[in-house]
């Protein structure tokens, strides 16, 4: 029975898995994005997420416990340096899971696991979904920005428009 069991192992002995999250999660924090198996992103993500967290304050202890895990050099500065910097205001949720498909040769689902603040295209998305706002059919616009906006654009429109006088 595996009662109380909640991780995947991931068919590896512990120092196996060990190793194989802590190069998945450098070679995530240097190249931002990283394809892989969706069994080995959902455990990476709960392996790298805490890690990533850490950086938020560059103190040396903090360091010290990142290095403890991932074990490089390059990687420990890189995420001090330049992710917690863009992560300082996000409070969790630092990586994102787009699944690609099946691999042809085992029919492993297979996905691509990145770090959020570092896909621009995603970032452009959310920022034009932002300014559009919806109304459903019977019910009146109730948010106060979306309320100023219409008050706004109909004082605008309301203004008389003065034409230049022929001489």
């Not at 924090?29 to 950086?55: C, F, G």
């Not at 390059?74 to 969790?92: C, D, H, M, S, Y």
């Not at 297979?110 to 706002?133: F, G, H, P, R, W």
């Amino acid at each position: 029975m595996r009662h109380n069991k909640k991780f995947n192992h991931l068919g590896r002995k512990a120092q196996h898995r060990a190793a194989m999250l802590s190069n998945m999660a450098c070679s995530l924090i240097m190249h931002k994005r990283i394809s892989t198996t969706l069994a080995k992103a959902k455990a990476l993500r709960v392996y790298v997420e805490p890690i990533i967290t850490l950086a938020k304050e560059d103190s040396m202890n903090h360091r010290r416990l990142a290095f403890a895990q991932l074990k490089q050099k390059e990687a420990v500065t890189e995420l001090f340096q330049n992710v917690g910097e863009k992560i300082a205001n996000r409070p969790g949720g630092y990586t994102r899971i787009l699944r690609t498909g099946f691999r042809l040769g085992d029919a492993a689902e297979m996905c691509i696991i990145e770090l959020v603040d570092y896909n621009e295209n995603m970032l452009k998305e959310t920022k034009k979904a932002a300014k559009k706002s919806t109304r459903r059919a019977g019910k009146k616009a109730t948010a106060p920005a979306a309320v100023e906006e219409a008050k706004a654009e109909a004082a605008e429109e309301a203004k008389p428009v003065e034409e230049p006088k022929a001489e």
